[in-house]
């Protein structure tokens, strides 16, 4: 079975950071396309940052440019995304996904994303 374990998230003050981690289990980390989508209250989920290690550079949504980051550690099959000067815009539940990688493209959609990993929420206050 594939399975992704997230941990992190939390509540912050604005300008604070958190990082989140998400590993995968069950598929060759080498083949992915791995990373983070969130979801605020009544918006749609989007792509926040996105990885794999056969892609050239990794994705951010432009919302957080600068001050997010993704790194990976191939040896424990895990993403860990930092997340630097976090406003109240940032709020969301953040979902960690994979999906098998078709190229060298990064996949940005959710709906190219076949595996989902838990929930976890970032709560940021002003």
């Known amino acids: 079975d594939v399975q992704l374990q997230a941990s992190g998230g939390g509540s912050v003050q604005a300008g604070e950071s958190l990082t989140l981690s998400c590993t995968l289990s069950?598929?060759?980390?080498?083949?992915?396309?791995i990373g983070w989508f969130r979801q605020a209250p009544g918006k749609e989920r989007e792509g926040v940052s996105l990885?794999?290690?056969?892609?050239?550079?990794?994705f951010y949504a432009a919302s957080v440019k600068g001050r997010f980051s993704i790194t990976s550690d191939n040896a424990r099959n895990t993403v860990h995304l930092q997340m630097n000067s976090l406003n109240p815009e940032d709020t969301a539940v953040y979902y960690c996904?994979?999906?098998?990688?078709?190229?060298?493209?990064?996949?940005?959609?959710?709906?190219?994303?076949?595996?989902w990993g838990q929930g976890t929420l970032v709560t940021v206050s002003s």
């Open positions: 996904a994979a999906t098998n990688m078709a190229s060298t493209w990064i996949p940005v959609g959710r709906n190219m994303y076949k595996y």
């Open positions: 990885f794999a290690k056969s892609a050239g550079r990794p």
């Open positions: 069950g598929l060759p980390f080498d083949e992915v396309a």
